[in-house]
């Protein structure tokens, strides 16, 4: 008696394979590896401490000890950042304060 179904079954591996290696190198965001001022689009992107305010990881402000409580707002300069780390450029032209 021939098993009909191996065949198809072992096919189905490959294509479960093929996907599995495709969606690794295509989903190539890792949790936590970008720093403050590094672009970003979700807050799994940036680091400890870190949250995606307008495409750029900024200082959390529960994290945001001693300085002005500044970081995550909108700036236009570095001076509008003073204590709260540099003006740094995010999405759609705006720019937020990253933190100390």
């Not at 999405?91 to 937020?96: A, D, W």
Request: charge should be positive; include cysteine.
């Amino acid at each position: 008696m021939k098993n009909e179904n191996v065949g198809n079954k072992g096919e189905f591996m490959r294509y479960i394979l093929v996907f599995s290696i495709l969606a690794f190198f295509t989903f190539g965001v890792f949790a936590g590896d970008r720093d403050k001022g590094d672009s970003c689009t979700s807050d799994i992107q940036c680091g400890f401490g870190l949250q995606c305010t307008g495409g750029v990881c900024t200082k959390k402000p529960e994290f945001d000890h001693g300085s002005s409580g500044k970081s995550g707002k909108q700036c236009n300069h570095d001076g509008d950042c003073i204590g709260s780390g540099k003006c740094v450029s995010g999405s759609f032209g705006k720019k937020y304060c990253s933190g100390n």
